[in-house]
């Protein structure tokens, strides 16, 4: 579930705001909560008591301005994503020390935010891989991963092999690739093999033939003849988002 705070002291802008992400959310099947806020005073006095994944904060509002909730939002959630809302591209500059995740530029009547469907979905695919996968190793039990920690899958038999990045050891289970690929493809893992299934966000490369990938650990996996052309071609879509 993934939790929203929206400030904007503009009614108009904050409900036009709030309906579009809640669209796009919707169309991507995110389960979420979004509560909107008509000024920065309530918005902070809701943070000691809550806490948002996200928040979309109006950088120009007065007494408590988008900047102002931005300093309290990196000490008490520094984890939580900022996107600012601004129609004045002279203040985004001052916005870096607060990490934001992005800006969204008001627009016109036709177009109010041109970039939120892009800037969203850029936000939602790290979230994704955020997300914890339970594996039930059968040597020490049940453990979750964090999908971005997952290289790929390797069949092996009746059992899978995940390989994690860094120097953990890799984790097996019982089970076929199939299943876990169905689970797994909305993450943005692809089937290069019959036996591999791999993150896309750690491929770094195709050879120009397409027989082999090459990982973010520099390890390179073999491609199928035929798995090659839709492994390149969701590769490169990837690549592009």
Do not use: W
Not at 34 to 46: F, H, I, M, Q, W
Not at 101 to 112: E, L, S, V
Not at 151 to 171: I, K, M, N, R
Not at 220 to 233: C, G, H, M, T, Y
């Amino acid at each position: 579930m993934l939790s929203i705070a929206l400030c904007d002291d503009e009614a108009v802008i904050r409900r036009l705001l709030e309906q579009q992400i809640r669209s796009i959310l919707e169309q991507n099947r995110i389960s979420s909560t979004l509560t909107a806020y008509s000024n920065g005073k309530d918005l902070l006095e809701d943070l000691s008591k809550q806490s948002f994944h996200l928040f979309f904060l109006d950088i120009a509002m007065p007494r408590v301005s988008g900047f102002d909730l931005a300093e309290t939002i990196r000490q008490s959630s520094p984890q939580s994503a900022i996107i600012f809302v601004t129609a004045r591209e002279d203040l985004m500059h001052q916005s870096f020390d607060y990490q934001p995740f992005h800006f969204i530029c008001k627009g016109d009547a036709n177009q109010p935010f041109p970039d939120l469907e892009r800037v969203l979905q850029k936000l939602l695919r790290r979230f994704q891989q955020d997300t914890l996968l339970t594996i039930s190793d059968g040597q020490t039990g049940s453990r979750s991963v964090a999908i971005r920690d997952i290289l790929y899958l390797q069949s092996e038999g009746h059992y899978l092999q995940y390989v994690l990045a860094g120097s953990a050891p890799p984790l097996l289970e019982r089970g076929a690739l199939r299943r876990r690929q169905e689970e797994l493809e909305q993450y943005d893992f692809i089937r290069i093999h019959k036996q591999y299934l791999v993150n896309l966000a750690h491929i770094r490369y195709f050879d120009p033939a397409c027989r082999t990938a090459t990982l973010s650990n520099g390890v390179q996996l073999p491609v199928s003849r035929k798995e090659k052309d839709q492994a390149k071609a969701k590769f490169m879509q990837f690549q592009r988002r």
